[in-house]
């Protein structure tokens, strides 16, 4: 079965502290991977994605991700955060051959002074 | 930049009456796509369109219904509002299935 797993719900980190926000997925077939962040009563943005090519892949506002194959992973991270990364981050994965785009459930990422 | 906009950020509407949702792309996109976003559940999908006149049940399609008479338009219509969709209602549209999507602002809708 496809599916999109973000374990965390909440992740409070200080400013300037690193950060690991973690997605799983399942599938058997190919994949395209995305992280989007949305602020408060805004859409989603898109942050980053990877479609083929170099696993580690870089996005806006600093924030990287890995694919990782056998693990079935594409954790974000971004080595130094700010108060303004305080928002909702979502994992998304589109399935080769099929319409089928699944979101996670959303890491809320807390920014502390 | 691609620009999606939806035609309402705040909506209210009473338990029965019929309810348009409309949602506009300005980029020639030939996905476009409904989602519902509740607290803890995340973003699920409830209609998509790959082609004009074209549409598609998602997850939970039940309540719902859709129309796409021109490629930029996508209208979501609650045929009986219920107070069990009150919720955030996010439009996406992409280029093709595996590009990233874009989404309008979003429009809250309670159903009282």
């Known amino acids: 079965a496809q599916s999109v797993t973000q374990l965390d719900s909440q992740v409070p980190v200080f400013e300037e502290a690193p950060v690991e926000l973690r997605c799983n997925y399942s599938s058997s077939v190919s994949v395209y991977l995305f992280w989007y962040v949305q602020y408060p009563n805004q859409g989603l943005q898109l942050l980053l994605k990877y479609l083929s090519g170099s696993t580690l892949v870089k996005g806006i506002n600093g924030f990287e991700a890995e694919f990782n194959k056998s693990q079935t992973s594409f954790h974000l991270r971004k080595p130094s955060v700010h108060i303004s990364d305080t928002a909702e981050y979502f994992c998304?994965?589109?399935?080769?051959?099929?319409?089928?785009?699944?979101f996670g459930t959303g890491t809320r990422l807390k920014v502390l002074a | 930049d691609v620009k999606v906009t939806q035609s309402s950020r705040y909506l209210v509407k009473r338990t029965g009456e019929k309810v348009f949702l409309e949602c506009v792309q300005d980029?020639?996109?030939?996905?476009m796509f409904w989602y519902r976003q509740d607290p803890g559940l995340g973003l699920r999908l409830i209609y998509f369109s790959y082609d004009v006149k074209m549409k598609e049940k998602g997850d939970i399609p039940e309540g719902y219904s859709v129309s796409r008479e021109k490629k930029e338009r996508f209208s979501l219509i609650l045929e009986s509002a219920s107070t069990n969709q009150t919720s955030m209602y996010l439009c996406?549209?992409?280029?093709?299935?595996?590009?990233?999507?874009?989404f309008g602002d979003g429009t809250r809708l309670s159903i009282l």
């Open positions: 980029m020639d996109h030939e996905n």
């Open positions: 998304a994965v589109s399935f080769r051959g099929t319409y089928k785009y699944i």
């Open positions: 996406a549209s992409s280029f093709d299935r595996y590009q990233p999507q874009h």
